[in-house]
């Protein structure tokens, strides 16, 4: 455990009959408190020994403290006797490939006494209080020596307090067990985060008592809506992000993670706002929406990189990404959209337009002569914006990114919609003739970058005609440009990618460095929006497959086929990948398009086969108020229920996607005979719903 950023470590080892016990020498599980709360465990099972370490942090800000609970248990029916140390070592856990891994220096260390507790000083602020005192403890210099030369042999370093100029200093604490058959000892460490403890939570009575609050926080907060599913795992999952991502921000700061993405991408955290509104958290996605207005520069562009204290990274100085406009006006009209929050929508309106005008200025560069009377590549490039490193897929100085684009049309879509809904109707056509603009050289310049490149599918950039359908999903979902587009060529450009990289990790052609992105997981509700629903469940079930470990139902930035091997992974948990899953799975259960509002577009026939659990989602925020259903199957039936709270019909109603291969034969509502269905879907209009699908 590393109890502080880029700080030392305290690692565990058992010594028993004489031996050192290690993590090697176990079985070694992990697990999340009931499946999904952020209150992660490691267990070792060696012989009749279990050992299991349990970490969660609790507290207001600036008496906020990690709890250790550390508990060895004799599984066996003869008694055990040992030890338990607990050594600092100085050594991150992310590893030197990480890039902010590797070594981490312990200058000095102090051990003693306290009245509360047996108190370690580490590089003289740092602070770890063993609250249950334990039978030994000392330190030791790089220069003398190690922990390790002693805790083999069952001893601790020899000294209460050390000097090291190397910054290797070591120390270790010994608590002796002896277990009968079933006993087990519990073994309690706090370390503030900032400042001091409570003192009167430095007993393990009150650190049960925090974990207790802790715990009936975190299932307030996850569980403000209610997704049963014959696969418990999909809805931990879901939860488990949504936990990870309130956990990686910084006040109102959205953020991918909290070590080496401790910043904000713009396009990120609407993303990330939008997960949030999806699963009951406004007031979030409020807050950042504010605070992101709150950063925007005088020119009107939202930068795509903000430091946590508001300031602009470096990187995002020199590498610009023009996807932030859109992002930003999107993330306003879907907080919106979900809360119907007027304030709000007026309070950033000015951002708003400001954002709108800084897309204006940068497509004006590409409307000039130079482009609009070429005849090389230059041609491909008029009317639309410049180039960027959107989405991080090309190297400076960057190229004509499509994604930039679609994003842009989206925020001058919503623009338009937020200025209706605000009285504005003087903004509306320049707004309207921008998008129009827009798309008219967005769909030309496509046009002939697939002439020019000899290419079918829709392209990632205008400059290479390369197929990136990771960026292409963008122009299905949120900015649903998809519908200016022959399904064909969508179709091509995200099987190319299914085809010929999706199916070889899959393969024995898989080799070892083969690298896979949990932003794939976008192309999941690309396909279910496409129709495509088989190849979704495929790429949903790879990535549930590699969440790592399982239990903690979490993705790094990057996933390795073989996942022992020693690359960059990014932050872990990382909470854009994680939004990402997010998303796919509701839209598996509910998905906003074309004005209607899509029910059950992903799931399983088996799941509503005769004898399955009821699929059931309770209370999910959409566009037009709380939604509820449940599905279950009856034979050669499905009967379904759906009910509304707060609701406003969408303007194109409601559709309920059939959960069955085989087409549709009748369809009734409210016990009546109903002729509002095709093949795969029944429409309606009107809550409560009570339909009955005959196939």
């Not at 250790?68 to 029916?77: D, F, K, P, Q, R």
């Not at 490939?97 to 260390?109: C, I, K, R, S, T």
């Not at 304030?343 to 897309?359: H, K, W």
């Not at 009910?643 to 309920?656: D, M, N, R, S």
Request: hydrophobic residues 35%.
């Amino acid at each position: 455990v590393e109890l502080h950023p880029r700080c030392w470590s305290l690692m565990p080892y058992l010594w028993t009959g004489g031996r050192l016990v290690t993590s090697r020498d176990a079985e070694v599980s992990q697990e999340l408190e009931q499946g999904y709360l952020p209150i992660p465990s490691v267990t070792w099972k060696a012989g009749d020994l279990r050992f299991t370490q349990k970490l969660f942090t609790w507290g207001k800000n600036g008496q906020d403290t990690s709890y250790l609970i550390y508990t060895v248990e004799n599984s066996g029916a003869r008694e055990q006797e040992g030890a338990l140390f607990i050594t600092i070592r100085p050594f991150q856990v992310t590893p030197f490939w990480q890039g902010e891994g590797g070594m981490a220096q312990v200058f000095n260390l102090r051990l003693g006494d306290d009245p509360s507790g047996h108190l370690l000083f580490v590089n003289g602020t740092q602070l770890l209080y063993s609250v249950t005192p334990p039978d030994a403890s000392g330190g030791i210099s790089f220069q003398e020596g190690d922990v390790m030369d002693f805790v083999p042999h069952g001893d601790v370093p020899p000294h209460v307090t050390v000097r090291d100029p190397w910054g290797g200093a070591t120390a270790a604490l010994r608590y002796n067990f002896r277990l009968g058959p079933g006993e087990r000892a519990e073994y309690v460490f706090a370390a503030p985060l900032r400042g001091t403890p409570r003192p009167d939570a430095l007993d393990n009575e009150a650190v049960r008592r925090e974990l207790a609050t802790a715990r009936a926080f975190w299932e307030e907060e996850l569980n403000r809506i209610r997704i049963e599913l014959p696969d418990p795992y999909l809805f931990d999952v879901l939860r488990a992000n949504l936990a990870y991502m309130l956990i990686n921000r910084d006040g109102p700061v959205l953020q991918p993670g909290s070590r080496h993405y401790e910043r904000s991408w713009i396009r990120d955290g609407a993303l990330m706002a939008i997960a949030l509104l999806q699963t009951g958290h406004p007031e979030a996605a409020r807050e950042y929406q504010q605070w992101a207005a709150a950063h925007q520069l005088f020119s009107g562009d939202v930068p795509c990189m903000i430091n946590a204290d508001g300031s602009m990274w470096e990187w995002g100085k020199a590498l610009p990404e023009y996807d932030g406009q859109g992002a930003f006006v999107t993330m306003a009209s879907e907080n919106y959209a979900y809360t119907k929050d007027r304030e709000l929508l007026q309070g950033v309106f000015t951002n708003v337009t400001r954002a709108l005008e800084f897309l204006d200025y940068l497509r004006k560069k590409r409307l000039t002569d130079e482009f609009r009377l070429a005849t090389d590549e230059r041609a491909r490039f008029y009317g639309i914006l410049p180039l960027s490193v959107s989405h991080e897929g090309y190297a400076a100085p960057g190229k004509h990114s499509y994604w930039d684009n679609f994003w842009a049309i989206k925020g001058w879509r919503e623009g338009q919609s937020i200025a209706r809904i605000l009285g504005r109707n003087d903004l509306i056509g320049w707004m309207e003739a921008e998008e129009n603009g827009l798309r008219s050289n967005l769909l030309a310049s496509i046009r002939s970058t697939q002439r020019d490149k000899d290419v079918k599918f829709i392209p990632g950039c205008a400059d290479l005609g390369d197929c990136d359908p990771t960026s292409t999903t963008i122009a299905i979902w949120p900015t649903e440009e998809y519908i200016h587009f022959p399904k064909e060529e969508l179709l091509l450009t995200f099987d190319i990618f299914y085809q010929d990289t999706f199916l070889r990790r899959l393969g024995a052609g898989a080799k070892p460095d083969d690298r896979a992105l949990p932003y794939e997981m976008r192309s999941v509700t690309a396909y279910l929006i496409l129709g495509q629903k088989e190849k979704a469940w495929n790429m949903m079930n790879y990535f549930l497959q590699n969440t790592r470990p399982r239990p903690w139902a979490h993705w790094g930035e990057v996933i390795y086929s073989d996942y022992r091997k020693p690359g960059y992974i990014g932050d872990m948990p990382h909470s854009w990948g994680g939004a990402d899953y997010m998303h796919a799975l509701r839209t598996m259960l509910a998905h906003e398009g074309g004005g209607q509002l899509v029910l059950g577009l992903g799931l399983k026939e088996d799941w509503v086969s005769e004898g399955q659990k009821v699929v059931s989602v309770s209370g999910l925020p959409t566009h037009y108020g709380k939604i509820s259903y449940t599905v279950r199957g009856t034979g050669t039936a499905v009967n379904i229920r759906v009910e509304g709270q707060g609701i406003e019909p969408p303007p194109g109603g409601y559709v309920f996607r059939s959960p069955r291969a085989m087409p549709i034969r009748q369809a009734t509502l409210g016990g009546q005979v109903y002729n509002d269905f095709s093949p795969d879907e029944v429409r309606f209009s009107e809550l409560p719903a009570e339909i009955e699908l005959l196939y």
